[in-house]
């Protein structure tokens, strides 16, 4: 496998202006040709088209008409093809014409990169180097070129649908029971965006006039018949998606047409390909019996997502893959801000991607696949569309708009437009457009794009009695030999009244080390600081102080910040969680301030259930792990477990009065099958499940697991909707004990599979809650699983419900025998011969062994050496393995 460099980078000697391409579908065997222009580009070089030779069998290849001879005119060495260049166009005007024919097999595609089959369609992905499965072409995002014409032929009966970019031009009859479909996209495009799909599909369709251009954009989302009931809150939310970018950035749409297609086998969320999307089922598809409040607020944020890129991705994309945060981090940004003002409250939305940034981005940076948000170099592609490319790359957005505020960034947003669209650009662009809209010099903070690691900031501050000054020290230490610009938002809390005494200000952190000055203060305060986590960084103060958890149960109490405040309340239970696994609990007033805490979140007034529920959450395993050097999945998952056990314990009449004080409020607020889906009535069915997790987690004795049981399982039976249904099976799934207690987990377990009656997503749901259960013999069982008639390798969906939901059952996936890793290493192997983009993904579980003990170190690295050694290996996988090994 080749590893492939950043610096290397150089434009293209020709590249293709326009695209005609006919796509002859049959049973069995594609044949496509196409028809490429080919003109100058720097005119240095060879004309080298990238194409895979296991996918693709050439069948012709001509040149303005002149067939080539190989050899002679044109070379294949591995996956790409040569031409002569003496052939290629001598002038910057001339052209040539390219055409070939070759012919693919999408049945036997299981990699699902390219033209392959899902179900009873056809569909695409070419995202990042799909298209050299396709067809020879310069496969790179900076050849952006017109396809005027792509033409679909398939069976009619069997592919009545017919769809590709941009507009449909014509399309008919051909003879022998077959038709076609011409569709040309006037947009320049990169071949990664490129799409076509062919099935019996059904669809539903609205339609959105833009504003202010008043153009009427038909809109249609499409899913194998059976589903259509299931795609209108995928098209609602297309439409929020388009108000939202016009009023917020002034973005519209730019195409009569914008199409969604739901497939179910899909290597990952969604794929923004020009004016047809295609969507993993699992990311477009609800309704309220099959589909939690989680599936819905995915959805509306995963099509905002892919409807964004139009502009942060398709009108101006990346000149080469390592700028792919340029167009990822940028439209999560996008996606998060949609998401925040649909909720309607932005706090709530920080803490969950916080939560998930901290639980999986830290990690992943912190461990041997560890790379800034622009890598150096890959060896797949594939493997960097990762937690730190999206999800810091959106955080490296997020402190832009931190720095330069709404108007700013708007300014520089605009410039950028302005400037790039139409164009394959990088993120020094993008950086340059903001600094320069702005008239400020923000060239320290492109550190960021080449620093990997998470960086610390440590804060320490004294107050002034005399000068009635407050001096706030801050020192960052990380990957970069030379500082990086850090936005710390800061406000100040006065420690005798409570009251703020300086709103929020953002604090440029330039330097290794900076004072800043707060003058005219009545009296010493207390610093909330990194608000709304305004910078991807761990926060700790220089010397432990003996008031540092005083402070933080007076944070959770007063804090104005809502993300602040919860944050204190995590830095509590987290303190009291290690004291427990330490065992040193005894002697601190942490348990008090954590009870304080948690009572104060348990009778909060108001309707904010949201943030109730997340300040009653602990933090998860995987965050928590995030703050030690050496990890023991078991004791920790114990100890944690201690902690909620006890709040449960202590509060338990309270939390059961709160859980049927809201079981009333929603049954007279409508019931059976009136879900509704505004923030209230998410925040209450959020906040009774995490009750009703407490409330399950008191199971020391048979008295105690029975009412548990008993509690759920009244919950499961009741409910109509997936989430409190959900949620209350979830809990059962872990119970384990007496015959009643197994018999109700047992039943409620085969009607949820009864119920599901075959319906895919339903499914996984019911394969994944068996992977997470806290059961002693649950590898067991999901080994049994995977003997299911309804398991399969073959679809990622449900691969992963079942074998990377296990690995995050960290206790039981961390088993000391071993026994877990000798598992995922086997599917990994399995899966490796079908699908390397997903063997890779599941190979990352195994990847941080150094986390872990030497014991447990040394049965992971044994289960990685043999994938390491496995003939043949995927160049995804083996990039992925090697890393860790090295
Ligand atoms: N751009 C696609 C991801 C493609 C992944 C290729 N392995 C989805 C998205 O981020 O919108
Ligand atoms: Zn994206």
């Known amino acids: 496998p080749k590893e492939i460099f950043r610096s290397d980078y150089t434009a293209l000697p020709f590249k293709v202006s326009n695209v005609s391409m006919n796509f002859d579908i049959r049973d069995g065997e594609t044949f496509i040709e196409s028809e490429l222009t080919i003109v100058q580009n720097t005119g240095e070089g060879d004309l080298v088209l990238d194409g895979e030779a296991d996918a693709l069998t050439l069948l012709s290849i001509s040149l303005d008409g002149k067939d080539l001879v190989e050899g002679v005119d044109y070379s294949i060495d591995g996956d790409t093809l040569t031409i002569v260049s003496s052939l290629l166009p001598t002038t910057a005007d001339g052209t040539s014409v390219l055409k070939t024919k070759v012919k693919v097999h999408p049945e036997k595609n299981t990699q699902l990169s390219g033209l392959y089959k899902s179900g009873s369609m056809y569909c695409t992905q070419c995202e990042a180097m799909g298209f050299r499965r396709i067809t020879y072409y310069p496969d790179r995002p900076d050849n952006m070129a017109i396809f005027d014409s792509v033409r679909i032929e398939a069976d009619k009966e069997a592919y009545p649908v017919l769809l590709g970019n941009g507009n449909k031009l014509e399309g008919g009859d051909v003879e022998g029971d077959r038709h ?5 996209d006037p947009y320049p495009k990169p071949s990664y965006l490129f799409c076509i799909v062919a099935g019996k599909l059904g669809s539903v369709s609205s339609s959105y006039t833009t504003v202010p251009s008043g153009r009427k954009v038909h809109l249609e989302v499409y899913s194998e018949p059976e589903n259509v009931s299931k795609l209108g809150h995928a098209l609602e939310s297309l439409k929020k998606s388009m108000k939202w970018d016009e009023d917020t950035f002034g973005l519209e749409y730019d195409l009569d047409v914008y199409n969604v297609v739901a497939v179910n086998d899909f290597n990952m969320g969604a794929m923004e390909n020009k004016g047809l999307n295609v969507f993993n089922t699992a990311y477009c598809l609800a309704d309220p019996k099959s589909a939690t409040d989680l599936d819905y607020e995915r959805i509306e944020s995963v099509i905002g997502h892919e409807y964004f890129h139009n502009w942060t991705g398709n009108r101006v994309t990346c000149r080469d893959w390592f700028q792919l945060t340029l167009k ?68 490296v957005v997020r402190m832009y708009r931190t720095l330069l505020g709404k108007d700013g960034f708007r300014k520089g947003m605009d410039l950028y437009f302005e400037r790039h669209d139409g164009n394959a650009v990088t993120c020094d662009d993008f950086l340059s457009a903001m600094g320069d809209a702005n008239g400020v010099d923000i060239s320290q903070f492109s550190r960021w794009y080449q620093t990997n690691g998470t960086p610390t900031v440590k804060y320490s501050s004294k107050y002034d009695e005399e000068s009635k000054t407050y001096y706030l020290t801050l020192t960052q230490e990380s990957n970069s030999d030379e500082p990086l610009l850090i936005p710390i938002s800061v406000g100040l809390l006065d420690k005798a009244s409570g009251e703020e005494v300086v709103a929020t200000k953002v604090l440029e952190l330039k330097e290794k080390e900076q004072t800043f000055e707060f003058d005219g203060l009545n009296g010493d305060v207390l610093p909330s600081m990194l608000r709304g986590f305004s910078a991807p960084v761990k926060l700790v103060q220089a010397e432990a102080d ?28 987290t303190s009291l969680i290690f004291q427990t696994l330490e065992g040193n609990q005894d002697e601190s007033k942490t348990l008090d301030y954590v009870e304080e805490a948690f009572g104060r979140a348990l009778n909060m007034d108001g309707n904010d259930y949201s943030i109730q529920a997340y300040a009653l959450t602990l933090p998860s395993e995987s965050t928590l792990a995030e703050e030690m050097t050496v990890v023991d999945p078991v004791a920790l998952h114990k100890a944690r477990g201690d902690v909620r056990e006890s709040l449960a314990q202590k509060y338990l009449s309270e939390i059961r009065a709160k859980y049927d004080e809201l079981t009333e409020t929603m049954e007279s607020s409508g019931s059976g099958e009136d879900i509704k889906l505004d923030a209230t009535s998410i925040g209450q069915r959020r906040l009774r499940n995490v009750l009703l997790g407490y409330l399950c987690c008191i199971k020391d004795t048979a008295e105690e697991r029975d009412a548990a049981s008993e509690l759920a399982m009244k919950q499961f039976e009741s409910s109509y909707g997936m989430t409190d249904r959900y949620s209350a099976l979830n809990c059962l799934a872990s119970m384990d004990g007496e015959e009643s207690v197994v018999a109700r987990r047992d039943a409620a377990l085969q009607k949820f599979y009864d119920d599901a009656n075959g319906d895919a997503l339903v499914l996984n749901k019911w394969f994944m809650c068996q992977a997470v259960a806290d059961l002693p013999d649950v590898l067991d069982r999901v080994k049994a699983l995977v003997k299911h008639p309804d398991f399969t390798l073959t679809n990622p969906n449900r691969c992963s419900s079942l074998i990377s939901a296990f690995t995050m059952n960290a206790a039981h996936f961390h088993a000391e025998d071993g026994e877990g890793y000798n598992f995922l290493g086997d599917m990994t192997a399995q899966v490796d011969k079908l699908n390397p983009q997903l063997s890779s993904r599941m190979g990352r579980g195994l990847i941080q062994w150094r986390k872990y003990s030497e014991e447990r170190g040394a049965l992971m690295k044994e289960a990685l050496q043999e994938l390491a050694d496995m003939k043949p290996i995927s160049s995804d996988l083996f990039e992925v393995v090697s890393s860790s090994l090295k």
């Open 180 to 184: 076609y479909a011409v569709w040309e």
């Open 328 to 395: 990822e981090g940028l439209t999560v940004y996008r996606d998060q801000e949609f998401s925040g003002d649909m909720m309607q409250s932005h706090a709530v939305k920080r803490i969950e991607d916080v939560s998930s940034l901290r639980g999986r981005q830290f990690a992943e940076d912190a461990g041997p696949m560890s790379h800034p948000v622009r890598p150096d170099s890959y060896i797949s592609m594939d493997n960097f569309y990762t937690a730190t490319v999206y999800s810091k790359g959106a955080e």
């Open 546 to 573: 003996a008031s540092e958890e005083e402070d933080l149960a007076f944070l959770a109490a007063r804090d104005t910040d809502g993300f602040n405040r919860w944050e204190a309340g995590q830095k509590l239970y």
